[in-house]
């Protein structure tokens, strides 16, 4: 069974919880709850421990050296930013009450079976542990559709997580197109990865943003995206290490409707007019009397042109016409037919 949104028209859009939270749980279902009004279809949690993801150690290789969480050690960043698992049953409920499918990205085997006594509709792979190919196939194996991130993989980290879901039994996959920085340059999205990725994996496509504006979610979905990823936060002021590149509720909702029109906007390939456009033809061009043309005088570029509006006859007739004598009298402002010369 495929994803819910490969056979639904509308971009699946999910609101990423992240570290948003501020340590408090009220918080939390209250961004759950502030994501449903925005029009998301879904709540994303991150489901780790600063132990789970690494160590508690200062020296140089856990110390982040630039960016937006220069100074800091991963243990220390981790600890602030991580969702307490004891807040996952509640948050899931919260999520199913208001009508938002919830889910998580598990970092590590534990929070795989942990997760699972949530039932959860999907599972998420972090850009990060793209090469972790034991917890990509440990995942994989729980038959729940995989969305994965791609944000700092090279083409062969991609194809060996591909290959390892496919492996395990796992054909459910939709990646997404990702820039690992935060906030991300909108020069550096390269969203024309995004039909590329579909074309060349078989599988569909999103957009995890980590810009700061809503232009790189719209132009996804022009370009096939099926997913959008957006960190959400109720309130800047909360901070946090998520903040300055999250949305708040109404960026969040401007955001859905720019997706929901560029959708609209999309629409399918046709050349059927609607009606609108057919009664519009009449102020097509078509060919007219330009001038008062006597029975047997001859047309000329003079007394026929293509004009606007489109009652005459087609402008393809003007060189068959052009030469021909008139059969009749003419009156300027008539639209011309081919029983004015045949």
Not at 107 to 120: G, H, I, R
Not at 269 to 295: C, G, M
Request: proline share 4%; net charge negative; hydrophobic share 40%.
């Amino acid at each position: 069974m495929k994803f819910d949104f490969v056979n639904n028209n509308s971009t699946f859009i999910i609101a990423e919880l992240s570290a948003n939270h501020g340590h408090n749980i009220k918080i939390a279902i209250e961004t759950i709850r502030a994501a449903k009004r925005a029009g998301a279809d879904s709540i994303k949690l991150q489901t780790y421990t600063a132990d789970t993801l690494t160590i508690d150690c200062n020296n140089e290789y856990f110390a982040i050296s630039e960016g937006l969480w220069k100074g800091r050690t991963l243990y220390n960043l981790y600890k602030e930013a991580y969702t307490p698992w004891e807040w996952h049953e509640e948050l899931f409920q919260v999520a199913a009450q208001e009508g938002l499918l919830c889910f998580s990205t598990p970092f590590d085997k534990t929070a795989v079976d942990f997760l699972e006594q949530f039932n959860p509709p999907y599972y998420k792979i972090a850009s990060f542990e793209i090469q972790d190919i034991p917890l990509i196939e440990y995942t994989a194996s729980k038959g729940r559709p995989m969305i994965i991130s791609t944000g700092i993989a090279e083409l062969e980290d991609i194809e060996l997580a591909v290959q390892t879901c496919r492996n395990a039994g796992n054909d459910n996959i939709t990646l997404l197109k990702c820039t690992s920085s935060y906030p991300a340059p909108i020069e550096e999205a390269n969203l024309l990865t995004l039909p590329d990725l579909k074309k060349r994996f078989g599988v569909e496509v999103g957009l995890s943003d980590h810009t700061t504006g809503i232009v790189a979610p719209v132009v996804a979905v022009a370009l096939g995206a099926k997913v959008i990823e957006k960190h959400f936060i109720l309130d800047k002021s909360i901070g946090g290490p998520d903040a300055s590149f999250s949305l708040d509720e109404k960026e969040f909702t401007a955001m859905v409707a720019a997706v929901r029109q560029a959708e609209k906007a999309l629409g399918k390939p046709t050349y059927e007019l609607t009606e609108k456009a057919k009664d519009n033809r009449k102020f097509s061009r078509s060919l007219f009397a330009v001038k008062d043309i006597k029975a047997g005088e001859l047309f000329t570029e003079e007394n026929v042109r293509s004009i606007r509006p489109g009652y005459g006859l087609h402008p393809r007739y003007l060189k068959e016409v052009i030469g021909k004598k008139a059969k009749v009298d003419i009156v300027v402002g008539t639209p011309l037919e081919l029983n004015h010369w045949k």
